[in-house]
């Protein structure tokens, strides 16, 4: 059993930057992969970026390349999102995902077995 807890986000103004951490607890295998998804009010959930754990091969949805960062530290199991450059568009309730699975739909969100509690990033204009 993986459990997840949340950390950062909350308020910025467009062009500026916050950053998500997600802790794991429990054990990592070679499958393992941890990302984020995000859903903004009266919108569908999307998958943001995602990272595996073994090789460390991340990837992005489109609209935030070049903008977001994934990365991680294995000895404390934890995943972080670097958020920059950020838009109004990117505001939502992101939640923080794992899950053990090797192949490369990352953005499906049925793979993840766990979940975390969600956090909000509201970007203002």
């Known amino acids: 059993q993986v459990q997840l807890v949340e950390s950062g986000g909350g308020l910025a103004q467009a062009g500026g930057s916050l950053r998500l951490s997600c802790a794991a607890s429990?054990?990592?295998?070679?499958?393992?992969?941890m990302g984020w998804f995000r859903q903004a009010p009266g919108k569908e959930r999307e998958a943001v970026a995602a990272?595996?754990?073994?090789?460390?091969?991340?990837y992005y949805t489109d609209s935030v390349k070049g903008r977001f960062a994934i990365s991680k530290d294995n000895a404390k199991i934890t995943a972080y999102l670097q958020m920059n450059s950020l838009k109004p568009e990117d505001t939502a309730v992101y939640y923080c995902?794992?899950?053990?699975?090797?192949?490369?739909?990352?953005?499906?969100?049925?793979?993840?077995?766990?979940w975390g509690q969600g956090t909000q990033v509201t970007v203002s204009s």
């Open positions: 429990g054990r990592t295998f070679s499958n393992y992969i």
């Open positions: 990272i595996r754990w073994s090789g460390g091969t991340t």
């Open positions: 995902v794992g899950g053990f699975f090797g192949s490369s739909d990352w953005a499906r969100s049925a793979r993840y077995q766990y």
